[in-house]
């Protein structure tokens, strides 16, 4: 099972970033899958979810309104689009696959946003 994680990188504020997180070793179009980050000094806590079949999506209130997850089953990749970029997003930004009891995490990628 693998998570690969991409995109991430160093923007001014306001910009935009698209990270991507390439999947493979497990049934994709079966999963939920999330985006997590973790800045210095804090817990790890959740970005966005999108379900299996991409209908349903949930955000945390920090990133509604600029921050857009979506997955392509035929690709086996989940995407987060992140525009209007501030300087408290700077995080490691990591992606997760879950199935029932099953969790499967990336290695993450470092997005700072700093002028």
């Known amino acids: 099972v693998q998570l690969v994680e991409s995109g991430g990188g160093l923007v001014q504020p306001g910009g935009s970033l698209r990270l991507s997180c390439a999947a493979s070793?497990?049934?994709?179009?079966?999963?939920?899958m999330s985006w997590y980050r973790q800045g210095v000094g804090k817990e790890r806590g959740l970005v966005a979810a999108?379900?299996?079949?991409?209908?349903?999506?949930n955000y945390a209130d920090s990133v509604k309104g600029r921050f857009t997850i979506s997955r392509d089953n035929d690709k086996n990749t989940v995407y987060l689009q992140m525009n209007s970029l501030k300087p408290e997003d700077t995080a490691v930004y990591y992606c997760?696959?879950?199935?029932?009891?099953?969790?499967?995490w990336g290695q993450g990628t470092q997005v700072t946003v700093s002028s």
């Open positions: 997760k696959a879950t199935r029932l009891f099953r969790e499967y």
């Open positions: 999108i379900t299996s079949d991409g209908d349903s999506t």
């Open positions: 070793g497990f049934t994709f179009s079966s999963y939920v």
